[in-house]
């Protein structure tokens, strides 16, 4: 990998919107400022934005944590972003994906689901990704387990960390120190 195109800048040399910003993220469920703020920070605003839409996404969304944390390997796989994989393989495992879900999505292949709304998270995930439209099958199978909520929220799911994975590819954003679970290269 490239070396790192947006390392942290250092505090002494932040404005003050980057301060607050910083401040909410680390007064935030986060508890600190983690790798995909770290590039965005440049852009204060916008980081606070994404920070805030990024915080309903993974804690609070209607389809909950685990299925969120579903979504979110998958489109890390999509996009070969490692950050993300390192980050959240071990939550998607603790939350109660299996291992074996888990490790599959990583070496892109299809998993051996056994619970349907997982079956459903993943094809609906990667529709969106890789088809860039969900099947009418699909479709209404979230709309009937998921509702019409459930369904937007895994599609911001998939767009924003979609927008985290480009960022992060493009600023060469290095996996944090001590990940247990890189991505495997394909």
Same mark, same amino acid.
């Given at each position: 990998?490239?070396?790192?195109?947006?390392?942290?800048?250092?505090?002494?040399?932040?404005?003050?919107?980057?301060?607050?910003?910083?401040?909410?993220?680390?007064?935030?469920?986060?508890?600190?400022?983690?790798?995909?703020?770290?590039?965005?920070?440049?852009?204060?605003?916008?980081?606070?934005? +994404?920070? !805030?839409? &990024?915080?309903?996404?993974?804690?609070?969304? =209607? $389809? @909950? /944590?685990?299925?969120?944390?579903?979504? *979110?390997?998958?489109?890390?796989?999509?996009?070969?972003?490692?950050?993300?994989?390192?980050?959240?393989?071990?939550? +998607?495992? !603790?939350? &109660?994906?299996?291992?074996?879900?888990?490790? =599959? $999505? @990583? /070496?892109?292949?299809?998993?051996?689901? *056994?619970?349907?709304?997982?079956?459903?998270?993943?094809?609906?995930?990667?529709?969106?990704?890789?088809?860039?439209?969900?099947?009418?099958?699909?479709?209404?199978?979230?709309?009937?387990?998921?509702?019409?909520?459930?369904?937007?929220?895994?599609?911001?799911?998939?767009?924003?960390?979609?927008?985290?994975?480009?960022?992060?590819?493009?600023?060469?954003?290095?996996?944090?120190?001590?990940?247990?679970?890189?991505?495997?290269?394909?």
């Amino acid at each position: 990998m490239t070396e790192d195109r947006l390392p942290l800048v250092p505090q002494s040399q932040w404005n003050p919107a980057q301060h607050a910003c910083a401040d909410e993220i680390t007064r935030g469920p986060r508890g600190g400022l983690i790798s995909p703020f770290i590039p965005l920070l440049r852009s204060p605003e916008l980081c606070t934005h +994404a920070q !805030r839409m &990024g915080e309903y996404l993974r804690y609070r969304s =209607a $389809i @909950g /944590v685990r299925l969120s944390e579903l979504a *979110i390997l998958v489109t890390a796989r999509h996009w070969s972003q490692e950050v993300e994989w390192a980050i959240h393989a071990p939550i +998607a495992i !603790r939350e &109660g994906i299996s291992e074996s879900i888990v490790q =599959a $999505i @990583g /070496v892109n292949q299809k998993p051996p689901f *056994i619970q349907a709304d997982e079956q459903l998270v993943y094809d609906f995930s990667v529709q969106s990704l890789v088809d860039k439209r969900i099947n009418d099958a699909t479709w209404a199978q979230a709309i009937t387990h998921l509702g019409e909520q459930g369904a937007v929220d895994l599609l911001g799911i998939v767009g924003y960390y979609t927008m985290l994975s480009i960022l992060m590819n493009g600023a060469c954003t290095p996996v944090p120190e001590g990940a247990k679970m890189p991505l495997p290269q394909l």
